[in-house]
């Protein structure tokens, strides 16, 4: 019997333990729900800094400097072949008879210029007598700085040295003459060579 009591006190109490607990639960609910929810806002703004570009403008070119007109080169001396005789290339000479009183040089003309002399080589027979000479020969200087027609004036001794010296001035070459801008012949153009032997050479 007491322990059925106990057992209807105990059940009392844990009765209205649990209702008082689902009231104050319920009630607690209903607020929460009524309370409007509290929030923040954030907002990100960006600032555009202003960026100072600098434009490279490019530099002027510097214009080139005009081209030096070359000189013209210095006359050359060329040797065929070993010679065992000296040989002396007198300076040119061009007939006077050929050149008229009223002639004249415009700026963009010239007069004819030696670029390249063929030394001759000198005659085997003449070099075993020890025979020396000389030979004044005549020809045209061409419009392309060439020689032609060469021709023997003088010689001494005669017919010796006129084979070799013809030889050679074939082989010169020239800068033209010039005359109102276009290249002209030179005729009558005279040239001495000499033959001379070396000493200790020659006839033995």
């Known amino acids: 019997m007491i322990r059925l009591l106990l057992g209807a006190a105990v059940a009392v109490v844990v009765t209205f333990l649990l209702y008082w607990l689902m009231s104050s639960l319920i009630?607690?609910?209903?607020?929460?729900?009524?309370?409007?929810?509290?929030?923040?806002?954030?907002?990100?703004?960006?600032?555009?800094?202003?960026?100072?570009?600098?434009?490279?403008?490019?530099?002027?070119e510097k214009p080139d400097r005009p081209q030096e007109a070359p000189d013209a080169p210095p006359p050359q001396t060329q040797t065929e072949a070993p010679v065992a005789g000296a040989v002396s290339i007198g300076p040119m000479r061009v007939d006077t008879k050929m050149t008229s009183e009223g002639f004249r040089l415009s700026a963009s003309d010239g007069e004819y210029l030696p670029i390249v002399k063929v030394a001759p080589i000198y005659p085997a027979r003449a070099q075993s007598r020890g025979q020396e000479g000389w030979v004044l020969l005549e020809f045209t200087v061409t419009q392309t700085g060439s020689v032609r027609d060469p021709k023997v004036i003088e010689a001494e001794p005669p017919g010796v040295f006129d084979d070799a010296a013809s030889k050679a001035v074939l082989k010169f070459k020239y800068k033209p003459r010039v005359e109102n801008g276009l290249p002209v012949e030179v005729p009558g153009v005279q040239h001495l060579i000499?033959?001379?032997?070396?000493?200790?050479?020659?006839?033995r």
């Not at 009524?34 to 490019?58: C, H």
């Not at 000499?194 to 006839?203: A, D, I, P, S, Y």
């Open 194 to 203: 000499t033959f001379q032997l070396e000493k200790g050479k020659g006839r």
């Open 27 to 60: 009630a607690a609910g209903r607020g929460a729900m009524t309370d409007a929810p509290s929030s923040k806002m954030i907002d990100f703004v960006r600032v555009k800094r202003e960026q100072n570009l600098e434009v490279e403008r490019p530099k002027p």
